[in-house]
């Protein structure tokens, strides 16, 4: 699990939620081990049974209403009440008042305040993006990613199988690397992938033989992003003759990362296979899928309807050269069952 101290929240995000330090740094080595936020209105109204105090505390119009309308010592014992916890932070929002009795009770329990002019909502879905980043559920995937005509596409395989080689070659051909050789994926909202490339390699490319490159100094600040989503894993491996490979593409494969599952392609390689227009050809029929037109499947449609078609014209003209009960075989169908029989034995050699 990630754990982040109330210090690191306010020095990443000190300008973008312009936060500013009431009362001083008394809590920024505390640990915030939850990524959600929470409003304390019940628990200043002295329910705490289920009062999640771990979480950062978020005071706006409504919390600060509710003590406005207080005496000053109901007021004191609410917020008593409510920073007997071990609470990491409280943010108030839209420079709402800070009475007298939370700074000294603040104070008292070593509890830092932030106040920010944002507005509680615009703040909980500033902040509460920044958090689900810094606890999504992440795993580290060996290979590279590689921006294609708008889909991510995740090369994996054995080291020195040529990952970064066909990145590269992508990249020439004006697509954009996201992380070479290390690729950090983490899980957000909505079972979506996102990868991201490490902060020590960030932009660099190890091509056996050339050695060490950097891609966006050599090809422009357009060949590169920091993240990407991971929509398509293409799995590299070498040519078996033995292998029985997919060459029609109606039973798609599946890869599962952090229990989100995305399409697999095993790609089989040898010399001279053009691999970098193949994946272009991934990405886009990809897309092609994501809009509803998916070619194996109405090309399979279409050979079906083929197949019944000829099957029952074949049955027609078999029932046609049959002769009738009771009825001695003319010469004619005698010729006609000769016939048939040939263009039978003709269309199923």
Known sequence: MYRLDVK????DNKDRLDLEIVNGDFSFNKPITEGDLHRPGLALAGFVKVFT???VQIVGNTETRYLADLTPEKRRHALETLMQFDIPCIIVTEKNEIFPEMLNSANTHGITIFRTPLKTTQLIHLLGEYMENKFAPTTTVHGSLVDVYGVGLLFTGRSGIGKSEIALDLVERGHRLVADDVVNI???AGNVLIGTGSE?????ME?????IIDVRSLFGINSVRVQKRIEVEVHLEEWNEKEDYERIGLDEEHTEYLGVQIPLVKLPIFPGKNITVI???IALNHMLKMYGHNAAQLFNE????KIQSRQQKQAEMRQAAMPQPDEKPSEKSKQDFRELKRY??????
């Not at 091509?207 to 050695?211: K, M, N, S, T, V």
């Not at 279409?302 to 309807?305: A, D, E, G, V």
């Not at 039978?344 to 050699?349: A, T, Y």
Request: no cysteine; charged share 35%.
């Open 8 to 11: 690191t929240l306010y020095e």
């Open 53 to 55: 105090y771990q979480r």
């Open 186 to 188: 983490s899980r957000q």
């Open 200 to 204: 020590l390699l960030q932009y660099h």
């Open 207 to 211: 091509i056996r033989g050339l050695g």
């Open 279 to 281: 994946a272009e050809v």
């Open 302 to 305: 279409r050979l079906l309807k």
């Open 344 to 349: 039978l034995e003709r269309d199923f050699e």
